[in-house]
Nanobody, 124 residues
Framework: QVQLVESGGGLVQAGGSLALSCAAS????????MAWFRQNPGKEREFVAA????????YYADSVKGRFTIARDNAKNTVYLRMNSLKPEDTAVYYC?????????????????WGQGTQVTVSS
């Protein structure tokens, strides 16, 4: 079992920045590819970014590329999402997720473990 706890969400004006963190506990953190997803009420969970086990490769949704940065610190069992130039359409609950697969996936259903989510609200 892996437990994931997100933090860092909040309210920010458009053009501002936020930094999310996701602290993991349980099994060896470095075994897992990590990802961030987001979801609004009545909508499907949407892929945001992912990072491989070593942190050597990162992947982004087109909608956030160039504005968001995913990173991880395996010594601290933590994955981060730095969000710059935020837009109102970035408003959502943000979730981190963990997957043992060696292939980074953009599909929520393949992820084994999820955090409880943190709300990000961007005002216009």
């Amino acid at each position: 079992q892996v437990q994931l706890v997100e933090s860092g969400g909040g309210l920010v004006q458009a053009g501002g920045s936020l930094a999310l963190s996701c602290a993991a506990s349980g099994r060896t953190f470095s075994w897992y590819a990590m990802a961030w997803f987001r979801q609004n009420p009545g909508k499907e969970r949407e892929f945001v970014a992912a990072i491989t086990q070593s942190g050597g490769s990162t992947y982004y949704a087109d909608s956030v590329k160039g504005r968001f940065t995913i990173a991880r610190d395996n010594a601290k069992n933590t994955v981060y999402l730095r969000m710059n130039s935020l837009k109102p359409e970035d408003t959502a609950v943000y979730y981190c997720a963990a997957d043992r697969s060696i292939y980074v996936q953009r599909t929520p259903s393949v992820y084994d473990y999820w955090g409880q989510g943190t709300q990000v609200t961007v005002s216009s």
